[in-house]
C-alpha cells in the first residue's frame, strides 16, 4: 500500500532504535530519569501498540500516554444523552463504531441496541445525512464525537443538510479541540513531559499555528507526527535532537499530509457551523474552558441538544475508578487499584479500557496482565 | 408444504436411494465401515445452525456456507465426512427464487464435497418468527483408527500452518454491507475442505491439532488451542499471507484481520518434521499461499502472542464481542 | 479520530457534489472532495491524486515530494547509524 508500507519498513527501524537509545541515554542520565515524552493523541497510542514499538526503546526513554482520546475522554453522563436519544423511536441514531462500547452509567449504545433502540453505525456522517434523506418520517442523529480531525467533516455535513433543505437530521455535539487541554497539562505543577508528539490528523486540520505558539510559550519541543511506525520513530529521534541542542520548537514530521496553514476549506466550514462552549466536561479530567464545541445559532436546526431534550446530568466515574489520573499521565495503566481486576476489557469501569486506543486496553493486550498486576504491587504510588 | 419438499430438497439431493419415503434415512453400515481401515474408527457426527445475514454473499451464500460448514466441522476431526441432513426454517413470503437458488447451492457443495444430503425437513413459520431462513444441518462421518486429533494435542515445538490468505470471508461479509458502501471484487473464501484434509493425512500422522477458523478468526482458534493445550502459541507478524484487498478494508475501516471469520481455512499444529510435507500437501491441493505462521512454545500458562514486524511482542488475546469499525 | 488511509482518486462522480471515488489498495469508495478542491484547484485535476481519507472526506493531498524527502531522511540516518556502527567495532 502506497505511503504505508514505505513508513512500516522494520530495517529502517533499527536504525532508528539505535539512533533514540543513543540520544536518549545522555539526556536521561542528565535528568536523572527517563525521558518523558507524551503522545497526545489516541491513534498514536494504538499504533505504538499495534506495532510494539514501545518494547523496543530502553528505559531511557519513557512514553507516557496522553488524553487525546475523544471516546476515552466522554463523560458518562453524554452517553446516557445519547442512549436518551436513541430511545426516542422516532429517532435512528448514527455512530462511528469506537462510541458504541461505552459505558454509560445504565448501558452502553450496544447495549441499548440490543434492548431494541434503533443505534447504526456509520462510516462517515455523510451516510448520516443520506440515511436521513431515505427515511423523511424518521428523526436521524449523529453522534458527532473526535478533536478538530473530524469536525470539517461533520460541518460539511451540516452544510449540506442546509443547502438541501434536511429537516430531519442533526448532530448530538460532542467535538473537543486539543489546545486547551495541552494547556491544561502543561500549567498542571507535576506534569513532566519533556517533548510531544503532536496529533498529525488534528495539525492538517488545524495547521502548525496552534503548536507553535504553545511549543514557544512553554518552551517544550513539539512535533507534528504521522501514524505509521516508522513516523513515530523518526518524531521521538527529532524530538530527543531538540533536547539535546536545548532549542525547543515545533517541527513538522508529517509534512507529505499537513501544510503549514492546515486545510483551509475545512477551517472555514467548522467556522461557520461551530463556536466554543465556555466550559466542557472531560471524563476524569473535569471541565475545561473553552474546549469543546457547539452548533452556531445559524445552524441550531441542526442541533439536536437544542431539538430534542435530554437529561444532562452530570455523572461522576465510579469512585473506584482512576482514569483521570492515567489520562494526565500520573500514574501508569497497571498502578490503577482496578485494572485487570475487575476492569477488563470484558468487564471494563471506564472509558480507558474499552475504546482499542485507551492505554489501559492497550497495555491489557500488550502485556501479560499478570505480570502488569505484580508490578502494580511493587510500583503501587504513594498517595 | 409436501411440494416444497418434493420440489425443492428431495428433487435435489435424492442422488441415491436412501428410503426416500419414509421418515427417517436409512444408510447400509457396511458403507460406513468400509470407510475404516481396521476396527476401532469413530463415528464423527455433527450439527450447526446458519443464521447468517446477508443470505447471499460475494462468492457464496448461506446454503453454500451451511453444507460447507459442517462438511468441514466433520473433517477437521480427521473424519472422512458421508453424509448430512438439511432442514430449513423459512419465514413466511421468502422468495421461492432465492430458496431455489440455496438448495441448488447445497447440492453443488455437497457434489464438491462428494457427500450425500440424505434427509431433510423444512418448516414455514409466520412473519417475523424467523429472519427469511435459518439452515441447520447435520453430518456424520467416519475417523479412520488412529487419527487423533485434538485441541489439546499441541506440543512444544510444533509449527502452525495456514493454507492461505486471512481473513477473507469476514472481510467480503463487511465490505458487502450496504451502508459501508465500498466497492470491492472482494470474495468469500467459502468451500468444503475434505479433500485437503484428506490429502494432509496422508501426507502426515503428526497432524495434533486442527481446526478451521471461521467465527472470531485464526486469533480465536490459536487461543482455543493454547488453552486445551496448556502452552504458548507465538505467531510472526511477516509471516502472515493477506491479500491486498482485505488488507484495505481492514486499514480502512480499523479491523484486525487475525479476528475475521475465515470459511476455507483451516489452521493446523503439526510436528515440525512435518510441516514440509503438510505445506506441499496443500499447495499441491492448489492453495498456493499456504504457509507456516507460528510455533508452540513452552509458556507458564496459556497464551497467544505475535512478533511484530518491528521485533515487539503484543498479545492476542480473545475478542470480547465482534469486531466493531473505528476511526480512530 | 485519527484513523486517516492514503487512496488514490481514481474517477470523478459528482462535480456538483464534489464527489470522487478512491481506491485503497482495490478497494473503492466514493469519498468527498470539498476539502482538497477550490480555484485553483478544480475537480478534474484531482483524478490520479494521492490524498489522506477520513471518514469518507478527502482531507489532504498526500505530497509526493515530501514523501520522498521523508524517506530520504529516514536512509541518511540509517547510513549515519551504520557509520557510527562500524566505528564502534573498529575501535573494539
Given at each position: 500500500m502506497k505511503y504505508v508500507d514505505e513508513f512500516r519498513q522494520p530495517e529502517k527501524a533499527e536504525a532508528l532504535f539505535k539512533a533514540i537509545d543513543n540520544l536518549a541515554a545522555p539526556l536521561s542520565d542528565k535528568l536523572a530519569r527517563a525521558v518523558h515524552i507524551m503522545e497526545f493523541c489516541g491513534g498514536h497510542t494504538h499504533a505504538i501498540f499495534r506495532f510494539g514499538l514501545e518494547q523496543r526503546l530502553s528505559k531511557s526513554v519513557e512514553l507516557i500516554h496522553g488524553p487525546g482520546c475523544p471516546v476515552c475522554v466522554l463523560p458518562m453522563g453524554r452517553v446516557d444523552d445519547c442512549v436518551a436519544l436513541a430511545e426516542r423511536p422516532e429517532v435512528i441514531f448514527t455512530t462511528f463504531?469506537?462510541?458504541?462500547?461505552v459505558p454509560g452509567s445504565q448501558k452502553s449504545l450496544l447495549q441499548a441496541k440490543a434492548d431494541g433502540a434503533d443505534i447504526r453505525m456509520v462510516y462517515s456522517p455523510l451516510d448520516a445525512l443520506n440515511l436521513a434523506k431515505k427515511n423523511p418520517d424518521r428523526e436521524v442523529i449523529f453522534f458527532?464525537?473526535?478533536?478538530?480531525?473530524?469536525m470539517p467533516s461533520t460541518a460539511l455535513t451540516v452544510l449540506q443538510a442546509a443547502e438541501g433543505n434536511i429537516s430531519n437530521f442533526s448532530l448530538f455535539c460532542n467535538h473537543i479541540t486539543t489546545v486547551p487541554i495541552l494547556e491544561s497539562l502543561l500549567d498542571s505543577p507535576t506534569f513532566n513531559i519533556d517533548g510531544f508528539v503532536v496529533p498529525g490528523h488534528v495539525s492538517m486540520v488545524v495547521g502548525e499555528k496552534p503548536f507553535a505558539t504553545i511549543a514557544e510559550r512553554y518552551k517544550k519541543p513539539m512535533v507534528i507526527t504521522g501514524f505509521e511506525p516508522l513516523d513515530i520513530l523518526q518524531s521521538l529521534h527529532m524530538l530527543l535532537v531538540q533536547l539535546q541542542s536545548g532549542k525547543p520548537c515545533l517541527e513538522n514530521q508529517y509534512a507529505r499530509v499537513v501544510?503549514?496553514?492546515?486545510?483551509i476549506p475545512g477551517l472555514m466550514a467548522m467556522q461557520k457551523v461551530f463556536e466554543l462552549r465556555e466550559k466542557f466536561d472531560w471524563r476524569g479530567l473535569g471541565e475545561i474552558d473553552k474546549s469543546g464545541v457547539k452548533i452556531t445559532e445559524e445552524y441550531a436546526a441542526f442541533d439536536a441538544e437544542r431539538k430534542f431534550a435530554v437529561p444532562n446530568l452530570k455523572v461522576d466515574d465510579p469512585?473506584?475508578?482512576q482514569c483521570g489520573e492515567v489520562l494526565k499521565g500520573e500514574?501508569?495503566?497497571?498502578?490503577?487499584?482496578v485494572f485487570g481486576a475487575p476492569?477488563?476489557?470484558?468487564?471494563?469501569?471506564?472509558?480507558l479500557m474499552v475504546s482499542s486506543e485507551g492505554a489501559c486496553a492497550a497495555y491489557y493486550s500488550f502485556g501479560n496482565t499478570k505480570e502488569l498486576l505484580d508490578k502494580r504491587q511493587e510500583a503501587r504510588p504513594t498517595k | 408444504m409436501k411440494d416444497l419438499i418434493e420440489e425443492y430438497l428431495v428433487g435435489q439431493?435424492?442422488?441415491?436411494?436412501?428410503?426416500?419415503?419414509?421418515d427417517q434415512a436409512r444408510i447400509d453400515l457396511s458403507e460406513i465401515i468400509k470407510?475404516?481401515?481396521?476396527?476401532?474408527g469413530k463415528l464423527a457426527f455433527t450439527t450447526d445452525s446458519y443464521v447468517i445475514f446477508?443470505?447471499?454473499?460475494p462468492g457464496g451464500d448461506i446454503g453454500r456456507l451451511a453444507v460447507a460448514g459442517t462438511v468441514n466441522d466433520l473433517s477437521v476431526g480427521g473424519a472422512k465426512p458421508l453424509y448430512l441432513s438439511c432442514s430449513l426454517i423459512i419465514e413466511e413470503g421468502f422468495a421461492l427464487d432465492d430458496l431455489r437458488k440455496i438448495v441448488a447451492s447445497m447440492h453443488e457443495t455437497a457434489r464438491e464435497a462428494g457427500v450425500a444430503i440424505v434427509t431433510g425437513d423444512t418448516k414455514v413459520v409466520e412473519k417475523?418468527?424467523?429472519?427469511k431462513l435459518f439452515i441447520n444441518t447435520a453430518g456424520i462421518g467416519l475417523i479412520p483408527f488412529g487419527v487423533e486429533i485434538s485441541a489439546g494435542a499441541a506440543k512444544v515445538g510444533d509449527y502452525i500452518i495456514i493454507n492461505g490468505t486471512i481473513g477473507d470471508h469476514g472481510a467480503s461479509i463487511v465490505a458487502s454491507?450496504?451502508?459501508?458502501a465500498l466497492e470491492t471484487s472482494m470474495q468469500s473464501?467459502?468451500?468444503?475442505?475434505n479433500h485437503l484434509i484428506q490429502s494432509m493425512l496422508v501426507a502426515s500422522s503428526e497432524i495434533h491439532c486442527l481446526r478451521d477458523a471461521?467465527?472470531?478468526g485464526v486469533a480465536t482458534v490459536l487461543n482455543e488451542f493454547a488453552e486445551a493445550s496448556r502452552v504458548g502459541i507465538r505467531l510472526y507478524e511477516n509471516a502472515l499471507p493477506i491479500q491486498d484487498e482485505t488488507r484495505g478494508i481492514c486499514e480502512i475501516l480499523g479491523l484486525?484481520?487475525?479476528?475475521l471469520a475465515n470459511e476455507g481455512k483451516i489452521v493446523a499444529v503439526v510436528a515440525a518434521e512435518s510441516a514440509g510435507a503438510i505445506l506441499d500437501a496443500m499447495k499441491q491441493q492448489?492453495?498456493?499461499?499456504?504457509?507456516?505462521?507460528g510455533e508452540v512454545i513452552a509458556a507458564e500458562s496459556p497464551q497467544v502472542t505475535m512478533k511484530t514486524i518491528f521485533g515487539g511482542e503484543k498479545m492476542i488475546d480473545l475478542l470480547t464481542g465482534d469486531q466493531l469499525p473505528r476511526i480512530c | 479520530m485519527c484513523l486517516g488511509i492514503p487512496g488514490q482518486?481514481?474517477?470523478?462522480?459528482d462535480a456538483e457534489k464534489k464527489l470522487g471515488k478512491a481506491d485503497v489498495s482495490g478497494v473503492k469508495r466514493v469519498i468527498n472532495l470539498a476539502c482538497i478542491v477550490d480555484e485553483d484547484n478544480p475537480?478534474?485535476?484531482?483524478?490520479g491524486q494521492w490524498v489522506l481519507i477520513h471518514v469518507g472526506f478527502a482531507m489532504s493531498k498526500i505530497d509526493e515530494q515530501e514523501a520522498s524527502r521523508t524517506l530520504q531522511l529516514l536512509n541518511e540516518l540509517g547510513e549515519a547509524q551504520r557509520e557510527i556502527l562500524e566505528m564502534e567495532l573498529k575501535q573494539q
Open positions: 463504531g469506537d462510541a458504541m462500547r458527532a464525537l473526535g478533536f478538530e480531525t473530524t501544510q503549514k496553514a492546515g486545510n469512585h473506584e475508578c500514574i501508569k495503566p497497571w498502578q490503577c487499584k476492569c477488563t476489557p470484558q468487564n471494563p469501569l471506564g472509558a | 439431493f435424492a442422488g441415491k436411494s436412501f428410503a426416500p419415503l419414509e470407510h475404516d481401515n481396521m476396527q476401532g446477508p443470505l447471499f454473499f417475523g418468527a424467523a429472519d454491507r450496504q451502508d459501508l473464501d467459502c468451500r468444503p475442505l471461521t467465527r472470531g484486525d484481520p487475525l479476528y492448489g492453495f498456493d499461499q499456504a504457509a507456516i505462521i | 482518486i481514481v474517477e470523478i462522480i475537480i478534474q485535476s484531482t483524478i
